[in-house]
């Protein structure tokens, strides 16, 4: 009997997860600071060597067991060499949902503030206003929980 097995729905939504998993925001947000304070040019260059060098090899290497197991992730590395890997997949799962209960929070704040910018209310640049905004939204019981479950709904969604 053959099972059927999801697929993703298109190939742009793969691509997104794929290279939102490779870059992650602890990345992007740091990026900034650390070129200042490492030498610009000459650290993008190494940086990025081994950003593409390491992450490109291990996206591969989970592209290649996937592909071959058919398998979910704990499946896929329980049937390599003696089994003993299933722990890795065990642990992969674990990790995207931790690295999901942050995101999708931090997620949710974006969203509500792209409507909060396109609704002019960060018009301001004084941080002491911009402050005020967040505090009082993250104060919100409401708000927060409303755009973090629009995240979650466009995530099902992809």
């Not at 997860?17 to 610009?40: D, H, R, V």
Request: aromatic letters at 14%.
């Amino acid at each position: 009997m053959a099972t059927h097995r999801d697929q993703w729905g298109t190939r742009l939504g793969f691509i997104l997860a794929a290279a939102g998993s490779a870059a992650g925001l602890g990345n992007i947000w740091k990026f900034p600071y650390m070129a200042g304070e490492n030498g610009g040019a000459a650290f993008l260059i190494i940086y990025l060597a081994l950003v593409f060098s390491i992450g490109l090899s291990v996206m591969l290497c989970e592209f290649v067991i996937g592909r071959a197991a058919q398998r979910n992730p704990v499946g896929a590395y329980g049937i390599l060499k003696g089994g003993k890997w299933k722990i890795a997949g065990f642990l992969g799962v674990a990790a995207g949902f931790i690295i999901l209960s942050f995101y999708s929070v931090v997620a949710g704040w974006t969203i509500a503030y792209i409507f909060k910018a396109a609704g002019g209310l960060l018009a301001t640049s004084d941080p002491a206003a911009l402050g005020e905004i967040f505090g009082k939204f993250s104060a919100d019981p409401l708000q927060p929980i409303f755009y973090h479950g629009m995240f979650m709904a466009l995530t099902v969604l992809v």
